[in-house]
């Protein structure tokens, strides 16, 4: 009888583990499939950066601080960085974004060109496409993270090496407002 017992915990116990690994495994490329459907955005935004970079260089010529800011963040292939760096680097490049709009707002013919305005309105869609994949990604991370550190799933994560994803955060210096501080040279 005391084997049949002990049997069944073991059965218990493996069950548990495999459902528990299996949850882990699902809730993983959850991640990944957010990450990938936000990386979509990541790229076309990535891509759309010299563009609006070139059109406002016309007109904000003495603006150079901003454009090369913009500008430097993109010496990397994109399709060579990882996950963690793509994050990084759009964090930045949110940042560089909101200082370049801000630029543009001071220059009435820039906004008046058909260029900037076309292409601002197709950044404004990424933007808001982002913003809706990111809350997603943060979602299904913060769904693996739970799993990852919580009792007892964090045991079976920890034995088979499973690890916290980083969430898309804003970094802190773009909830502030943006300051445009024109010096007369």
């Not at 459902?19 to 990541?42: H, P, Q």
């Amino acid at each position: 009888m005391a084997l049949y017992i002990i049997i069944g915990i073991i059965v218990l116990i493996a069950l548990y583990v495999f459902s528990t690994y299996n949850g882990l495994i699902k809730t993983r490329n959850l991640v990944e499939e957010a990450f990938s459907t936000m990386d979509v955005y990541l790229k076309k935004r990535w891509d759309l950066i010299p563009n609006l970079v070139e059109v406002v260089k016309g007109y904000a010529a003495h603006e150079k601080e901003t454009l090369e800011q913009v500008t430097s963040l993109r010496t990397n292939s994109y399709d060579d960085m990882s996950m963690e760096q793509k994050i990084s680097v759009n964090e930045q490049v949110s940042q560089g974004i909101s200082k370049l709009l801000a630029v543009a707002e001071n220059y009435p013919d820039l906004k008046a060109s058909q260029n900037f305005s076309d292409l601002s309105k197709e950044l404004s869609n990424v933007e808001n496409d982002i913003a809706n994949s990111r809350k997603y990604y943060n979602g299904t991370v913060r769904n693996l993270n739970n799993k990852v550190q919580m009792f007892p799933s964090n045991i079976i994560a920890n034995i088979f090496n499973f690890k916290a994803a980083k969430m898309f955060e804003i970094v802190a210096e773009e909830r502030n407002n943006v300051k445009v501080d024109f010096k007369s040279e």
